[in-house]
């Protein structure tokens, strides 16, 4: 029991940590996720794949709100809300983990079709010489 009372007052003693460190995940992350949906809009990508994303990260802003509002004795609260914070901070990892995953698979997709583009210029290249060369017989 004694370990369980510890746990408790160490989420106490970090609530405020854990808070400021919610918080500027939540601040860097905004950004990113809104120049990657403006770059979707341009490449007639989905925006599905961040739906997740941006309703996490909503709610984490909710979350710090309400969190900022806790008083210095309402232990009740900082607890609920730090486990609440966990929470947060669990999904988030895992979505930006899809996130990652999403981002190796546009890579590829990337590379295919710069090696599509390059066998295109070939091709045109080898059209070129050839003309060349026939140009060159015929002169």
């Given at each position: 029991m004694l370990d369980s009372v510890m746990a408790v007052m160490e989420k106490m003693i970090m609530f405020k940590d854990h808070v400021r460190d919610v918080k500027l995940t939540l601040e860097c992350l905004k950004p990113v996720i809104h120049e990657i949906a403006e770059y979707n809009k341009v490449l007639n990508q989905p925006m599905e794949e961040l739906q997740d994303l941006k309703a996490k990260l909503e709610e984490g802003e909710d979350l710090v709100r309400k969190c900022s509002k806790v008083g210095p004795?309402?232990?009740?609260?900082?607890?609920?809300?730090?486990?609440?914070?966990?929470q947060l901070d669990i999904s988030l990892h895992s979505l930006l983990h899809v996130l990652e995953l999403q981002k190796t698979r546009d890579l590829r997709e990337t590379l295919v079709t710069v090696r599509n583009i390059e066998n295109v210029v070939r091709r045109i290249e080898g059209n070129i010489s050839?003309?060349?060369i026939s140009q060159s017989v015929t002169d």
């Open positions: 004795w309402s232990f009740c609260k900082r607890y609920r809300y730090t486990n609440q914070l966990d050839a003309m060349q």
